[in-house]
Every structure is written in structure tokens, then in C-alpha cells.
């Protein structure tokens, strides 16, 4: 890379690395006990997840096992503004039953301090992903 990389932003990437590599240690360690995500639509997967060890032990334990862990995400960009918010932007891919997705999207992150409290999900496609999640 030729330009020079804002932390917030490393620490995005760093955390892509750690989900993508199912190291939920190193994951959590970059969160606030407090992080809330929160999950577009109206799919079983949907809502808000409060606390990391419902982002990590509820949403993320529920994206492995419901797409039998072929849920992948490929990070394309991360933009800052400096002042504790970062967005990033990616495309994901996974099966479930019988179905497939492969969507872009994107996660705004706010950090406090260096770590993650509050992840913002959005996707190219609400209906179609609510639709490939179900309601469970």
C-alpha cells in the first residue's frame, strides 16, 4: 500500500483477518464488552446483538453453523473519517440448504478508543438475503 494507513483502519482489516480465520479470541479482544451489532432485515438472523459475547457466541456462532461454515467474506475497502468511525466494504458468499448467496456489503463500525463498540450490517439486497436466511 502507498498511502498511509489511519489505525482505525488497520484495525478493521485486523478483525476481517480474525473472522476470516475463526479466531474469536483475537476477535473479541478488539471489541468493547459492550458492542452491539446490529443485523439488517427480517431473517432469523435479524436484530440487534448486544454485548460481544452475544455478537460473537450469538451472530457469528449462528452464521458458521447455519451456512455449515462456507460463510466467507472477502474485505474490499476500508474508509475512516479519523474521529471514530470506520466503514468498510465487502462481499460475502455462503450456502444454506440448497441455496447460495453471493452479495455485496458493507459494516459501519464506531470505535472507542482503539477497539469496536457498535457494528452497523448493511447489504446490496435485503429481500434476497432475508429470503436465503429464512426465518428459521
Not at 70 to 98: I, N
Not at 116 to 128: N, P, Y
Request: net charge negative; aromatic share 8%; hydrophobic share 35%.
Amino acid at each position: 500500500m502507498t498511502h498511509h494507513e489511519h489505525p482505525d483502519a488497520a484495525l478493521i482489516r485486523r478483525g476481517y483477518a480474525a473472522f476470516s480465520a475463526g479466531d474469536m479470541a483475537a476477535l473479541a479482544g478488539m471489541m468493547t464488552s459492550d458492542c452491539t451489532h446490529h443485523v439488517p432485515g427480517e431473517s432469523q438472523l435479524s436484530g440487534h446483538y448486544k454485548g460481544r459475547d452475544n455478537v460473537l457466541g450469538g451472530y457469528y456462532a449462528k452464521l458458521a453453523e447455519l451456512t455449515g461454515g462456507t460463510f466467507q467474506v472477502e474485505l474490499k475497502d476500508v474508509y475512516v473519517d479519523g474521529r471514530g468511525h470506520a466503514m468498510s466494504v465487502h462481499r460475502f458468499h455462503a450456502d444454506h440448504g440448497d441455496r447460495g448467496i453471493e452479495m455485496d456489503g458493507g459494516l459501519f463500525f464506531t470505535l472507542i478508543g482503539d477497539k469496536i463498540s457498535d457494528i452497523d450490517e448493511c447489504v446490496a439486497d435485503i429481500v434476497e438475503a432475508d429470503s436465503f436466511w429464512g426465518t428459521g
